[in-house]
C-alpha cells in the first residue's frame, strides 16, 4: 500500500489549495479514503473522508464545513481535497488515510500566512 500527498505550500489568508494523494498497492474503489490534519504541538484532526464509489456522502469537520471538498478520481486512483478560503489555523501537515489498511501517506505541509 502507498499513498503519496502533494500539492501543499504556502499560501495567504483567504487563498485556495488542492491537494492530492495518488494511491497504489490496493483496490482502491473498494475503500473509503480520509484526509486527516495535524498541528504543530497537536494531535492529529480528521478534516475530511469520502466513501467508494456510490457510498454516502462526504464527511466534513465543522472547522472545513463549506471551505473545503473532498473528491476522487478512480481512474487517477487519486483522492483529492480542494481547500478554500483558507485561514491561518488550517496550517497543518496534511495527510493522507485509508482507514480499512490504516494505512498513511507522507503528509504535505500546508501553511497560511500573510
Known amino acids: 500500500v502507498q499513498l503519496v500527498e502533494s500539492g501543499g505550500g504556502l499560501v495567504q489568508p483567504g487563498g485556495a489549495l488542492t491537494l492530492s494523494c495518488a494511491a497504489s498497492?490496493?483496490?482502491?474503489?473498494?475503500?473509503?479514503m480520509s484526509w486527516y490534519r495535524q498541528a504543530q504541538g497537536k494531535g492529529r484532526e480528521l478534516v475530511a473522508s469520502?466513501?467508494?464509489?456510490?457510498?454516502?456522502?462526504?464527511f466534513y469537520a465543522d472547522s472545513v464545513k463549506g471551505r473545503f471538498f473532498i473528491s476522487r478520481d478512480e481512474a487517477q486512483k487519486t483522492v483529492f481535497l480542494q481547500m478554500n478560503s483558507l485561514k491561518p489555523e488550517d496550517t497543518a501537515v496534511y495527510l493522507c488515510y485509508a482507514p480499512a489498511l490504516r494505512s498513511w501517506g507522507q503528509g504535505t505541509q500546508v501553511t497560511v500566512s500573510s
Open positions: 498497492g490496493f483496490t482502491f474503489s473498494a475503500n473509503a
Open positions: 469520502i466513501g467508494s464509489p456510490g457510498a454516502i456522502r462526504p
